[in-house]
C-alpha cells in the first residue's frame, strides 16, 4: 500500500483509533502522522502502516505547514463524512 504526503488516514489500533491524521512523511514501513490537535507538525506520531486505514484524500502541502489549518483541514473533512 502506498501513502503520500498529506493522504489523510484513519488510525485502527492504539490510543488515537477512530482518530483522522494526515501522513507528513514516509520512512520505511512507518508513517509519521499529525492532526494537529495532539499530535503536532513538529511532534508527529510513528506509526506502522498496518495500523492506519487510508482515505482516497490529500491535503496540499500548505495545510501541512502549521497546526491550525492542519486542525481546520481535519475537522472539515471528518464533518464532511459524518
Do not use: W
Not at 4 to 14: D, F, N, P, W, Y
Request: charged share 30%.
Amino acid at each position: 500500500m502506498d501513502f503520500v504526503r498529506g493522504q489523510l488516514v484513519h488510525s485502527k489500533a492504539g490510543r488515537d483509533k477512530t482518530r483522522t491524521l494526515a501522513v507528513l512523511a514516509v520512512e520505511g514501513q512507518m508513517l509519521l502522522l499529525a492532526d494537529g490537535n495532539l499530535r503536532k507538525v513538529d511532534n508527529p506520531k510513528r506509526k506502522k502502516m498496518q495500523h492506519v486505514a487510508p482515505t482516497t484524500t490529500v491535503l496540499e502541502n500548505e495545510l501541512l505547514k502549521s497546526d491550525q489549518q492542519l486542525r481546520d483541514a481535519i475537522c472539515a473533512y471528518d464533518a464532511a463524512r459524518n
